[in-house]
């Protein structure tokens, strides 16, 4: 086995290459993540696996190596349509596979490169660093939008520091893009528990669970899993494509890590009524929500409370407007703050997101049994976005900078918690609001903040130009973004009126 760093290097001067030629990072992740499949699965085919994968005959690792120019692109592509029609996991990565390298040689040329590693021999960490560096490559480009897939690793890991899951439980992702969520309560784990084999193999096979509608995302995140050994290569999926939102399927879990996808509205309504799909051909009939919305999140956010086992705890990154909007969302908070235990809510700052002018927050709650009293007493908000400022490239956030947050929370000991915020310390990041204090606000706004912004006061205290910059810019596109959602809905209902009025 040759050294790392000229592993990594190689993978990422291919990158580079096909990068000239106009393959994305998001293609060349794709092909890389059919060709190492491919590759590992005649790895455990051989010694000392003995493992038996039902790759049809024909389209193996093999079929593949022994063919240049016209030829291996003619079975690549044959290959590619094939595998998408295996059952099981085999098919979920091979699904709607297409071969976005047009030159042969260069598809050659990462054959070969993936044909002189033993991929199944090397350490998880190294691959789970190649792939996780290519998937970052990817949401870094703008164009390809990937973007929304890929939550910044450091708040993720500063999520599940808070959270800290524990052994032989259950954890799911109904949006879970690429994996993060996943691997980092993986690393938490294995890091903080010395497990037994019972364990490990709980932990392999039975912890994680998700759900991803988009084919390549889904793959990518089996793929992403797989590297960081986690499933088996020839196991069933654990990562369904059904849109979480249809239905309630039953399962309960320990815990839900989730970032659901940012926009406002969905093309469907989530309703409780009956009798309300024959209005609708899109409406999904959800008797276990509270409202009926279109919003996105306001859905997520019930579905994540159905998914919850009794105490189950959730840490969820939600966009503002959850935390303010009036009608279904006002209704979905009171529900949330009587049956939950809303106890922290985590104002994040802007430019750390990929998707420009993004303003969320992370929601942390513990599902409770039904009960006449509001299970939330206090919820304690840290605002880490007043007089913050973060970009992608020049400033980003790092887990370093959520330290104090950790530190504030308290997991060991969340009922054990201390202000920073006071008469006195105005300035103070972490506050406490009781529920009587939430309840009397309008519409049971939670979105609070009360440090004063110095850029507002004073001159002297503008961020550098190129922050202030980027922040004008990702204000400009988040208006954007909120313009063409009123469209959407204004064309809808446009719509709706003409069929109506030619009825």
Request: proline share 4%; glycine share 6%.
């Amino acid at each position: 086995m040759r050294n790392e760093s000229s592993i990594v290097s190689k993978v990422w001067s291919f990158a580079h290459v096909l990068r000239d030629d106009g393959v994305s990072y998001g293609d060349y992740l794709e092909q890389l993540t059919y060709l190492l499949f491919l590759k590992m699965v005649d790895e455990f085919a051989k010694p000392p696996y003995y493992r038996k994968i039902n790759v049809p005959e024909g389209y193996d690792w093999e079929s593949l190596k022994g063919k240049r120019g016209r030829e291996l692109e003619l079975h690549y592509n044959k290959t590619l349509r094939e595998l998408s029609k295996a059952k099981g996991t085999l098919g979920q990565i091979f699904t709607k596979s297409q071969n976005k390298i047009q030159d042969p040689a260069k598809l050659y040329k990462i054959i070969d490169m993936v044909d002189k590693e033993e991929w199944s021999m090397m350490g998880a960490d190294l691959k789970g660093k190649i792939y996780e560096g290519l998937l970052e490559k990817n949401a870094e480009d703008t164009k390809s939008g990937a973007g929304q897939y890929f939550t910044p690793r450091p708040l993720i890991k500063a999520m599940v520091a808070c959270v800290q899951p524990e052994p032989m439980k259950t954890i799911i992702d109904p949006a879970c893009g690429t994996g993060g969520f996943f691997l980092a309560a993986y690393d938490y784990i294995t890091a903080h528990h010395d497990l037994n084999r019972e364990q490990k193999e709980f932990l392999k096979t039975k912890t994680f669970y998700g759900n991803e509608i988009v084919a390549n995302t889904r793959r990518m995140c089996l793929m992403n899993m797989f590297l960081h050994n986690i499933g088996e290569i020839d196991g069933e999926t654990f990562i369904s494509s059904k849109d979480a939102l249809v239905a309630d399927e039953g399962k309960r879990f320990n815990y839900v890590l989730a970032n659901p996808p940012f926009g406002k509205k969905s093309s469907m309504t989530i309703t409780n009524e009956e009798g309300e799909q024959e209005k609708e051909d899109l409406v999904y009939n959800r008797q276990d929500f509270w409202a009926t919305t279109s919003n996105k999140q306001l859905n997520f956010l019930q579905h994540i409370k159905t998914l919850l086992k009794e105490n189950g705890q959730a840490a969820v990154v939600l966009p503002d407007n959850v935390l303010f909007e009036g009608g279904a969302g006002e209704t979905v908070r009171k529900q949330m703050l009587q049956s939950t235990e809303l106890h922290t809510i985590l104002r994040l700052p802007t430019g750390i997101f990929y998707k420009p002018g993004v303003k969320a927050n992370v929601l942390f709650f513990d599902n409770r049994p039904g009960s006449k009293d509001a299970w939330t007493k206090e919820v304690w908000v840290y605002d880490y976005r007043t007089n913050v400022h973060h970009t992608l490239k020049k400033k980003p956030m790092t887990f370093n900078d959520l330290k104090d947050f950790i530190r504030c929370y308290n997991p060991s000991n969340r009922h054990d918690r201390t202000e920073t915020w006071s008469e006195n310390n105005p300035e103070g990041r972490w506050r406490r609001f009781t529920y009587e204090e939430i309840i009397a606000r309008d519409k049971t706004n939670l979105d609070i903040f009360w440090i004063k912004d110095k850029s507002l006061a004073d001159l002297d205290n503008l961020p550098d130009p190129d922050l202030l910059a980027n922040e004008i810019i990702e204000n400009i596109e988040a208006g954007l973004e909120s313009f063409k959602e009123i469209m959407v809905t204004i064309n809808g209902s446009s719509e709706e009126t003409k069929k109506s009025e030619e009825v």
